[in-house]
């Protein structure tokens, strides 16, 4: 059995189910998990009670959330208080609104994002480091445009259709960004 932090074994669970064409595995020891924290991991681990967010392994097509607005809002307070990093808030800013969180990966990087609905689906931008404005920035090897917008798919709009899922696909990225800083290529994507 791989180690719950094997980059190897994580990027291989994202190429099987980008394969298959599918969104990844329903649970288990291939499915990808992210925690409270950030932390990315293969598998529930099962060595704690403490919430996991499933990582979407490949592309989702938006959907709206039943209820309407209130009900969005609701779902979004729930995941924000036990699915995101602690000390997650809402900044309600006009034309920055959004949740804001922290993410430390497991090579001590911290990277600053605010997640929004935009009516469609979720975006999420990074607000810190400023990785846009580096002479060296390429948005396809570091999937994130010069707006600051992470490109968490390959659908127009770059969005995910869940908060939830929002979060965990850029607690996946700030890990794979993690690799590009260091010279490598993205680990995440099949044909990259």
Known sequence: MADMYDLNAIRESFFASQAKRDEGPQGGQDQVYVDRSGRVRLGSGGETDAPLSKV??????????????????????????????????????????????????????????????????????????????????????????????????????SGQPTLEEAYARSAAWALGVDFVRMGHPFPFNRNQ
């Open 56 to 157: 979407p392994h490949s592309t989702f097509a938006a959907r709206r959330a039943p209820g309407g607005h209130s009900a969005r809002l609701a779902e979004e307070f729930r995941v924000a208080e036990t699915k995101m990093p602690v000390g997650t808030y809402y900044e309600d800013t006009p034309g920055a609104e959004g949740w804001v969180y922290e993410i430390v990966t497991e090579f001590r990087n911290t990277y600053v994002m605010c997640a929004h609905f935009d009516g469609t689906d979720y975006k999420v931008r990074l607000l810190e480091p400023e990785l846009e404005s580096l002479p060296d920035h390429d948005q396809h090897g570091f999937h994130l445009y010069y707006s600051g917008k992470i490109c968490l798919s390959d659908r127009p709009g």
